[in-house]
């Protein structure tokens, strides 16, 4: 095999920048890469800072870009939607808000005239894995050299995770390189992973202290009923955001309709419904106030991180 390049992809969440300890423990050399949704939290760029200078490394900063598929779109639009009969001030309209914003997670919910669904679940693909493959892996490849991808997953997060495998071969080329997926942390718990935390003098993300279960897009479409409360009582100005982007995002399809969630899913037509009914109890009928009380405190973990 080729010549190897250790790449580490991290978010700014528990799992990876565990596994980002665990490979400056074992002295390898890594490029280290943090993929910009344009979705994430203020505190969640600020601690990627911190990594980086609390571990002395570089961290590249890339982010996906939309402009020649919204120029395709607007051209769709102005001659397959007309040619369907949709109304010429639909298409006007559409025609318009279709500018890149440079905001990789709104740039392609208004290109694709919707927000992701678990159905539909086209973030992760265009967000992530499109843009870390066409800017990092494909010129690392095209030099003659392999990658191991480093992915910070573990297998008690889900079911579907619990089958994957330590490591695992995701593509050859017609060049002899390779990827190489490589789950460090496979095995471990959330324990380990917040030990490694400590045993290395780093502090976790600051939203994991604020009744954050994940840390990534902020809202993400799959966050938790508590989480969205949280959100909704701590960071108003990311709610207010989301709001925002639902009418541009409404003014890119037919319908003149976006919701964040899809509909039904959090029980509302928009995110400020939604954040409505994180408040109620299970009954949907009054406030709880059990749980609104505990988004002022100062300190609120799912993982016990307060104590």
Known sequence: MNSLVNLLSISGGKDSTAMLLWAVEQELDFRTVFVDTGNEHPLTYEYLHYLANQLNITIEWIKADFVEDMARKRNYIDTKWRAEGVPDNICDRAIQILEPTGIPFLDLCLLKGIFPTARFRFCTKYLKIYPISEQIILPITDQGLSVKSFQGVRAEESPSRAKLSETDLQGRFSNGTEIINYRPLLTWDVEQVFNQHRRHNIKHNPLYSMGMARV??????????????????????????????????????????????????????????????????????????????????????????CE
């Not at 989480?227 to 409404?250: C, K, N, T, Y």
């Not at 509909?263 to 400020?272: A, P, Q």
């Open 216 to 305: 990534g897009c902020m809202p993400c479409i799959f966050c938790r009923k508590r989480e969205l409360l949280h959100i909704g009582m701590r960071f108003p100005e990311q709610i207010d955001r989301i709001e925002e982007w639902e009418a541009l995002v409404s003014q890119a399809n037919k319908r003149g309709k976006a919701s964040f969630f899809y509909i039904g899913k959090h029980h509302g037509d928009n995110i400020r419904e939604c954040v409505e009914w994180a408040k109620t109890t299970r009954n949907k009928k009054q406030y709880d106030l059990i749980a609104i009380e505990d988004t002022k405190l100062a300190c609120s973990s799912s993982y016990g991180l």
